[in-house]
């Protein structure tokens, strides 16, 4: 009975000290949540959602117990510095550079880390991408885009990048500046394809743009060495030289010829006039004597300083927007040649008009007992292109147009001969018939191969005509090979 008592009052004992610490407990938690309450920090995060309201994001943004790093953000002499903390695992998670920087290694960070060249409202937005609250950048500033591109080139954020290019995207002349100064400096190459359609398109629009002047050598530099521009190389080098002396007045730490020492290398004088040299380049000063002298010589001579190209630069026509270039080969049925200086062919053009933009040859053999593979020559050249109204006496309809050609071809190698007047290339009518009449008047090696063909009563079909590689070109004569390997010509879509 004694043990039965004792047994009891254990019991009782024990029963009373777990109702003593629970009270204890639960006054400790109201305090803490009390002072939680009159702090305004409030409960603890993981147990309280965020807010419909808040964007994705903003919630580790302001909830300062998650950090785990913090960085000093902006430059005291430009204005006011910004401690901001951060997660590292969600920053490592997007970026190698964070994890070099914030991972258990002998790279990592000790401390607060410095960010001087960043501005605290940029690395804010860099934060909430890695926190995945950056859905785009379409709100932003393209002043703002261009420094939240800074950021991400940085760290090596290709994610961020990427809503950069999108937001950036050019749809016209003088949006595209900041998209340019990105795709130069940055390898925004999301970008290329836009920048590059609307510099080729758009070059005399970029020139006369209002934010033309500010732009970096490097955005100079991808313009002019494009292989195709709207405008002549004259007023390329009006432009450069005009943008050359405003950064030279505007900072005066370089001087004009400082400034286009880059793109000289890309700006074809060999290709302008005697006059226009005179006349715009020589004022200048911005050659020196023997930069000019090998200019309007148009010598051999290889230059560090200076383009020594001589075939002119690809000019861009409103019309390629909408018409479609076709290159025409010829496989005959039998592929043999014979050497001509001389050739006539004939192009039928079906019910749709067509632009005839080049022809193309096979280089000189004239030289048989000599190993002349890899070697190339100064090749002259005359296209006669004459519509005609009877296929067998071949009368000219009307005046011929004549291309000239003067360029230089390799040996045994094919070469393109442009078919271009002032500019433009030739047009030939639907329901027509065009003689072509190619002449190499080079003294020194004028033969050149020719397609031999037994007939062309069939010709060869192409999608808007029949071409005839050998052609009756007068009455008696016969049949006369054609020196056309392939032709080139585009048409209204």
């Not at 760290?155 to 003088?174: M, Q, T």
């Not at 290398?265 to 000063?285: A, F, N, Q």
């Not at 191969?449 to 062309?456: D, E, G, I, S, Y």
């Amino acid at each position: 009975m004694c043990y039965d008592f004792l047994h009891s009052c254990l019991v009782c004992i024990f029963f009373v000290i777990f109702l003593l610490s629970d009270i204890i407990i639960q006054t400790g938690f109201s305090r803490v949540k009390a002072g939680d309450m009159a702090s305004g920090v409030g409960p603890i995060e993981s147990d309280v959602a965020p807010a419909e309201d808040e964007e994705l994001g903003d919630f580790l943004l302001l909830t300062d117990r998650l950090y785990d790093c913090f960085f000093v953000v902006g430059n005291a002499d430009q204005g006011p510095t910004e401690r901001i903390g951060a997660v590292k695992a969600c920053l490592m998670n997007q970026s190698r550079v964070f994890r070099n920087m914030l991972h258990d290694s002998q790279l990592a960070e000790r401390g607060d880390i410095m960010v001087p060249d960043i501005q605290p409202p940029v690395f804010r937005l860099l934060l909430k991408h890695c926190y995945g609250g950056l859905e785009n950048c379409r709100s932003l500033t393209a002043e703002m885009t261009v420094k939240l591109c800074y950021a991400a080139e940085k760290y090596l954020i290709g994610s961020l990048k990427k809503k950069v290019a999108d937001r950036l995207k050019p749809e016209c002349a003088s949006e595209i500046f900041p998209g340019l100064h990105c795709l130069v400096t940055y390898n925004v190459t999301e970008l290329e394809n836009f920048i590059t359609e609307i510099v080729r398109e758009q070059t005399d629009k970029i020139f006369s743009s209002e934010g033309f002047m500010d732009i970096d050598v490097d955005s100079m530099v991808f313009i002019v060495k494009q292989e195709t521009l709207n405008c002549s190389e004259v007023e390329i080098w009006r432009a450069v030289i005009k943008w050359a002396n405003h950064k030279a007045r505007s900072e005066e730490r370089l001087s004009v010829r400082e400034w286009m020492s880059q793109t000289l290398k890309h700006i074809r004088l060999m290709t302008l006039s005697y006059e226009d040299l005179c006349k715009e380049v020589l004022p200048s000063g911005v050659l020196s004597f023997e930069e000019f002298c090998q200019v309007s010589a148009r010598t051999e001579q290889e230059s560090d300083t200076i383009c020594t190209l001589k075939e002119s630069r690809g000019m861009f026509h409103e019309r390629w927007k909408w018409w479609e270039t076709v290159t025409v080969n010829h496989e005959l049925r039998e592929k043999r040649w014979s050497q001509s200086d001389v050739s006539y062919s004939c192009l039928v053009v079906g019910d749709r008009s067509i632009m005839l933009e080049s022809v193309t040859c096979l280089g000189s053999t004239a030289l048989p007992f000599q190993d002349c593979y890899g070697l190339n020559y100064a090749c002259q050249a005359e296209i006669v292109v004459s519509r005609i109204t009877d296929y067998i006496a071949s009368t000219p309809a009307e005046e011929p147009v004549v291309v000239k050609f003067n360029g230089s071809a390799n040996y045994y190698e094919q070469f393109t001969m442009p078919t271009l007047i002032n500019g433009e290339s030739i047009t030939l009518q639907a329901n027509s018939m065009f003689k072509l009449k190619i002449s190499f008047v080079t003294p020194e090696n004028n033969l050149h191969p020719c397609w031999l063909a037994p007939t062309c009563s069939d010709g060869h079909t192409f999608s808007h005509g029949k071409f005839y590689c050998s052609y009756i070109y007068e009455e008696g004569v016969g049949w006369k090979p054609s020196h056309i390997v392939k032709f080139q010509y585009s048409y209204r879509r």
